[in-house]
DNA sequence: ATAAGATTTGAACGGTCGTTCTAATTGTAT
DNA sequence: ATACAATTAGAACGACCGTTCAAATCTTAT
């Protein structure tokens, strides 16, 4: 509104936008409040001000990614016409927006026995959003015909730990060089979701 | 040889199995090096005895734990006659031998900024060797005409990620379980190297 | 028996980190 | 102008961790 010198909610999105970043970079344990602090300029204290706590501040963060990604398909999930389109379109847009090395830092506060369960709980449910879009295009296939029925829980599985394995090479890979990668699983999987002559 | 009440061996061998294991269950940055002192029933200062320091204790294991794996493979490799039949094989022997927790330990060690450039480099090395293997037995696949002429280095990247993300089930759910998972995943794989009647 | 070397311990140090607390500063309503 | 609430800073703490070190214990060769 008027310009004021304080803007809390300000402050708290360049920390989060500051935090993002870094547990992206250096994961989750070795990013200090205070490395965040210093990134986005605000105090240690002011930090505690926003948030509980590292760990609550981390799992709200991995949520609000990990919806924002979704929210993001969804949105784009109308120019698409057939399910396979919509694979091919999902497997771009996973490779481009999907935060792997934020989600892998949630591995790491999973893996830490003094971290809440709650915290831990969260972190898990979040698995099921991607998955949940996977098996959605595959019902809609099946749905209308263009892919055969088969067990449609083994292959959105199948599916997703692909596609989650090969976001593992962004670490180390230019994502335009994934690209043909990416695509190549798509091609193989649909080989086997229209698999015709055999029974 | 005789009774001696020191066995500096026994006792190198014996930290390194509680390591490995602390490593496997809390990841890189949560296991202490008191953690493996408790466990293993030795003095912090004894570890230091035997290892340089914690970084190099790690890559150490990482390593052996990787050419154990392999060559358990190895041994077991001649027991298949047909490319394909080996992959099935592989399936397995990474769902049951493949240490996925030691390696993600790695991954944490390898984003750290503060981690020696060597020891990083030592274990994306490690990467290679899964990968050769795989490579291997697609090569005798086309070698022997079992498996259409293809990309044999993208084939390789996409049966890696493939197999390295199913891994990841393996923190949540009994390895039984996923066999089915696994072999699905070589059935539809093989479809693609098999593909006949298509140019 | 003794000396020299190998093995093992446990205390101690320096550093880092998550968190808390108090005080200072700023905004807003009176 | 004053009071009160919101915001921000920064010092301080308690805990933990990787590492070092000097001393104690044990083995082996003489």
Same mark, same amino acid.
């Given at each position: 509104?008027?310009?004021?010198?304080?803007?809390?909610?300000?402050?708290?999105?360049?920390?989060?936008?500051?935090a993002v970043s870094l547990f992206s970079q @250096?994961g989750y344990?070795?990013t200090?409040?205070?490395?965040?602090?210093?990134?986005?300029?605000?105090?240690?204290?002011?930090?505690?001000?926003?948030?509980?706590?590292?760990?609550?501040?981390f799992?709200?963060l991995a949520q609000q990614t990990m919806?924002d990604w979704?929210? @993001?398909?969804?949105?784009?999930?109308?120019?698409?016409?057939?399910?396979?389109?919509?694979?091919?379109?999902?497997?771009?847009?996973?490779?481009?927006?999907y935060q792997t090395p934020l989600l892998r830092s949630g591995q790491e506060?999973?893996?830490?026995?003094?971290?809440?369960?709650?915290?831990?709980?969260?972190l898990?449910?979040l698995?099921?959003?991607?998955?949940?879009?996977?098996?959605?295009?595959?019902?809609?296939?099946?749905?209308?015909?263009?892919?055969?029925?088969?067990?449609?829980?083994?292959?959105?599985?199948?599916?997703?730990?692909?596609?989650?394995?090969?976001?593992?090479?962004?670490?180390?890979?230019?994502?335009?060089?994934?690209?043909?990668?990416?695509?190549?699983?798509?091609?193989?999987?649909?080989?086997?979701?229209?698999?015709?002559?055999? @029974?």
């Open positions: 509104m008027n310009k004021r010198r304080y803007d809390s909610e300000k402050a708290k999105v360049e920390i989060m936008e500051h @250096k344990n070795q200090s409040v205070g490395d965040i602090s210093t990134a986005s300029g605000y105090s240690k204290g002011h930090i505690y001000y926003h948030f509980e706590n590292k760990e609550k501040l799992v709200l919806q979704h929210n @993001k398909w969804l949105q784009k999930e109308c120019i698409y016409f057939t399910a396979a389109e919509k694979l091919y379109g999902m497997a771009m847009h996973v490779l481009y927006h506060l999973a893996s830490n026995p003094k971290s809440s369960p709650e915290s831990v709980e969260q898990y449910n698995a099921v959003i991607p998955m949940g879009a996977y098996r959605a295009i595959l019902q809609e296939g099946m749905d209308r015909g263009e892919f055969v029925n088969g067990n449609i829980d083994e292959w959105t599985v199948l599916l997703g730990t692909w596609l989650g394995g090969l976001c593992q090479l962004t670490n180390t890979q230019e994502l335009k060089a994934l690209e043909s990668l990416f695509n190549q699983a798509v091609t193989i999987f649909l080989r086997e979701l229209k698999k015709v002559g055999y @029974k």
